[in-house]
């Protein structure tokens, strides 16, 4: 009796009461505060759990929280079966114009399969793994197959952060979403596979508030995506357009090397300063150092007020060696709300962001992010065929050297150009328009 009561008062010093002030997202009897989005796969409740299981002949499927979170601590319990696959979504969203409501945004890995990436963090239905879990030996080890698993998620700031039963999986710095809400999901399944396998979540718990005084410390080495390729970037053949520290395969558009002054790096953000408005009259336009025909591009632009500038393709430098910028096609960047040029153009709403500028008006759906916050823009050109993509949909295509471009054209400021956009090749560049605006993961890949 002695020996257990010592026994029983060194567990109680050894193991300190949770004094974390959670809330939880289930209450263990309903689905309250919870929306299926996607497919038609089964949600019950049992034992106060949420059993999640597979149907055939339909989509991914997510029991998705009816609140959005951003900077969070997450904590749950869950149980799958051998066969299937799933996941934890977190900041995620679905938005009509984004392939029609598909649910999209990071979700932390459930992989009971021999690769092992439990805790992983992959980009659901837009760009793929961030953060596998190849160099992570223990926290592949760490999953316990037909067993309950714990994970810890932490997503604070830039920062997102996974434990798998106490060790310590991915480490991932990446702003691409800042907020969403939170999903439990069943993977959609083949007719090979048994219909009616389950996933089971219990114990969902979540803290919002302090959370510097509860998060906790991580031994993984961080992986960032600012000016990286990701694993699926290097597979299909993307290659950086600038490296994120200098200015290597760059110089000015009317210059031989780049421009002394009216641009900055830092912090792996390439920065045009503002100068008072003009068009290419500090630092000057930059272009790249290398041509391209058909290829596709991705540029992360930031604005602030008032600002203008674009993302021009297909750029002689020898056509204009005159004032103001070099001639090409253009992706426009500009603050719709406030800019002027936002109201002018030879076609109606042809200078607005993303529009193919005084030429071809960008849809007015687009969806465009806050001034202050990263926008993507996606530029794609293939035999002529050329179409402008904002934050991963596309708003706008064309055909280069068709009779209807060549109309457009002649009735535009470009008509004094010869063969305007006619070439097979050509610089990319970034514009100096007197305006604050930085750029960062700029990538190509050829096509061609």
């Not at 998705?64 to 869950?78: A, H, N, Q």
């Not at 066969?83 to 009509?96: E, L």
């Not at 434990?163 to 990446?174: H, T």
């Amino acid at each position: 009796m002695v020996v257990l009561a010592v026994s029983a008062t060194y567990s109680c010093k050894t193991t300190p009461k949770d004094t974390t002030p959670w809330v939880n997202l289930f209450d263990g009897e309903t689905l309250n505060g919870w929306t299926i989005k996607g497919g038609k796969a089964n949600y019950t409740i049992r034992d106060k759990s949420i059993v999640g299981s597979t149907v055939h002949g339909t989509p991914n499927t997510f029991l998705t929280t009816d609140k959005m979170y951003g900077d969070f601590i997450l904590e749950l319990d869950y149980k799958v079966d051998s066969t299937m696959n799933s996941g934890i979504q977190i900041r995620s969203n679905s938005y009509p114009h984004y392939r029609n409501g598909r649910v999209h945004g990071y979700q932390i890995e459930i992989d009971p399969s021999d690769r092992a990436w439990s805790a992983g963090v992959f980009d659901e239905a837009r760009r793929g793994w961030l953060n596998p879990l190849t160099n992570n030996a223990p926290a592949q080890k760490a999953f316990k197959q037909n067993d309950w698993n714990h994970y810890r998620i932490e997503a604070i700031g830039d920062t997102i952060r996974t434990w798998i039963n106490g060790v310590p999986a991915a480490y991932l710095i990446d702003d691409k979403t800042a907020s969403g809400f939170i999903g439990l999901q069943v993977h959609s399944i083949g007719k090979d596979k048994q219909e009616g396998t389950e996933i089971i979540w219990k114990n969902v718990k979540i803290l919002t508030e302090d959370l510097a005084t509860y998060s906790q410390k991580s031994t993984v080495t961080p992986i960032s995506t600012k000016n990286q390729l990701l694993a699926s970037e290097i597979s299909s053949g993307w290659k950086m357009l600038w490296n994120g520290k200098d200015t290597e395969g760059w110089r000015g558009a009317k210059l031989d090397e780049f421009p002394e002054s009216g641009w900055k790096i830092e912090n792996g953000i390439l920065s045009v300063l503002a100068s008072g408005g003009a068009e290419s009259t500090a630092g000057g336009d930059i272009v790249t150092k290398e041509t391209y025909g058909d290829f596709e591009l991705k540029v992360d632009f930031k604005l602030t007020e008032g600002a203008n500038s674009g993302i021009k393709y297909y750029v002689d430098t020898d056509v204009n060696k005159g004032p103001g910028s070099s001639i090409g096609l253009e992706f426009q960047i500009l603050d719709d709300a406030v800019h002027p040029d936002a109201k002018k153009g030879n076609h109606e709403g042809s200078r607005t962001i993303a529009s193919l500028y005084d030429l071809i008006k960008a849809d007015p759906n687009k969806p465009v992010h806050a001034i202050g916050e990263w926008n993507t823009a996606r530029i794609v050109s293939k035999k002529n065929h050329v179409e402008h993509w904002i934050n991963d949909v596309k708003v706008l295509e064309y055909e280069r050297k068709s009779e209807d471009f060549r109309k457009l054209v002649a009735e535009s400021k470009y008509e004094k150009w010869p063969n305007f956009g006619e070439a097979e090749r050509g610089h990319i560049l970034l514009q100096d328009h007197g305006d604050l605006v930085s750029f960062k993961n700029v990538k190509i890949r050829p096509l061609n």
